[in-house]
């Protein structure tokens, strides 16, 4: 046992090694040169820091519309995610197992979005593929409170919408950061994400509070409806914006 146990903490320090190795590899390729960091003495308080960030994304279209619609899919998106272990273990009848199955099965797809990602961009457009994909992942998430019959039915059309709604979602995050890096200036990158990240998820607690209450008084699958829609107006609310008509990434 103590062979196995060294053994370990030798494989573990080697991998660290390498780790760092490589990291200090790639560091010293990088050729852009950084900018200086604001000396403590010339930074202003972290209040008017945080204002300053937020009224930089209120100013800006884009990023209002980002900001908003991120704010509506992170409220409705908690009606889902507060019942969906209930949801589809008590009323769906399906096998703790089986959703631990659905759900590593979305961890896989969302990889595969990823790599998705920069080629639904060349054809669509940046804008386009950031509310394509959000209206899409609400569209398939229809299926979750649709589902109903035998457990081997019902689990077929829970694994459809973790397959094709994750890679969906998957492509949607990753292009709406990228358009936020290419809209927010390097010296306010902090600031203006933090207050995107404050309206946004703000409102998850709230969202879920809600679902709870709703839940209470008309069920969980009527419920989980409202989740949904709300998940597909936010996906429209950027493909009806100015947002749409961003074409693409900078490289």
Same mark, same amino acid.
């Given at each position: 046992? /103590?062979?196995?146990?060294?053994?370990?903490?030798? *494989?573990?320090?080697?991998?660290?090694?390498?780790?760092?190795?490589?990291? %200090?590899?790639?560091? %010293?390729? $990088?050729?852009?040169?950084? !900018?200086?960091?604001?000396?403590?003495?010339?930074?202003?308080?972290?209040? +008017?820091?945080?204002? /300053?960030?937020?009224?930089?994304?209120?100013?800006?279209?884009?990023?209002?519309?980002?900001?908003?619609?991120?704010?509506?899919?992170?409220?409705?998106? *908690?009606?889902?995610? *507060?019942?969906?272990?209930?949801?589809? $273990?008590?009323?769906?009848?399906?096998?703790?197992? =089986?959703?631990?199955?659905?759900?590593? %099965?979305?961890?896989?797809?969302?990889?595969?979005?990823?790599?998705?990602? /920069?080629?639904?961009?060349?054809?669509?457009?940046?804008?386009?593929?950031?509310?394509?994909?959000?209206?899409?992942?609400?569209?398939?998430?229809?299926?979750?409170?649709?589902? +109903?019959?035998?457990?081997?039915?019902?689990?077929?059309?829970?694994?459809?919408?973790?397959?094709?709604?994750?890679?969906?979602?998957? =492509? +949607?995050? =990753?292009?709406? #950061?990228?358009?936020?890096?290419?809209?927010?200036?390097? +010296? #306010?990158?902090?600031?203006?994400?933090? %207050? $995107?990240?404050?309206?946004?998820?703000?409102?998850?607690?709230?969202?879920?509070?809600?679902?709870?209450?709703? !839940?209470?008084?008309?069920?969980?699958?009527? *419920?989980?409806?409202?989740?949904?829609?709300?998940?597909?107006?936010?996906?429209?609310? $950027?493909?009806?914006?100015?947002?749409?008509?961003?074409?693409?990434?900078?490289?």
């Amino acid at each position: 046992m /103590e062979d196995s146990i060294l053994t370990r903490s030798v *494989t573990t320090r080697d991998r660290d090694e390498y780790e760092a190795t490589r990291s %200090a590899f790639c560091l %010293a390729r $990088i050729r852009k040169p950084e !900018a200086q960091p604001v000396s403590a003495k010339h930074r202003r308080s972290a209040w +008017h820091e945080s204002i /300053e960030g937020l009224q930089f994304v209120l100013k800006s279209p884009l990023l209002r519309t980002l900001a908003g619609s991120a704010g509506v899919f992170n409220f409705f998106g *908690t009606f889902v995610g *507060t019942f969906y272990t209930l949801y589809v $273990i008590r009323t769906l009848g399906v096998s703790p197992i =089986i959703l631990g199955l659905l759900i590593a %099965a979305g961890g896989l797809s969302a990889l595969v979005g990823a790599w998705l990602a /920069e080629r639904v961009v060349r054809h669509l457009g940046l804008g386009l593929t950031i509310g394509g994909g959000l209206f899409m992942y609400g569209l398939i998430g229809l299926l979750v409170p649709l589902a +109903h019959g035998p457990v081997s039915v019902v689990v077929i059309v829970l694994f459809v919408s973790q397959l094709v709604g994750d890679v969906a979602v998957s =492509i +949607h995050l =990753i292009t709406e #950061l990228s358009l936020r890096q290419m809209l927010i200036p390097a +010296h #306010l990158a902090g600031r203006a994400n933090t %207050a $995107i990240q404050f309206l946004t998820l703000g409102v998850a607690p709230f969202g879920a509070l809600l679902a709870g209450v709703i !839940a209470e008084h008309v069920g969980v699958r009527f *419920t989980l409806f409202i989740g949904v829609f709300g998940v597909i107006v936010a996906g429209l609310w $950027i493909l009806l914006s100015p947002v749409r008509r961003v074409q693409a990434m900078e490289s």
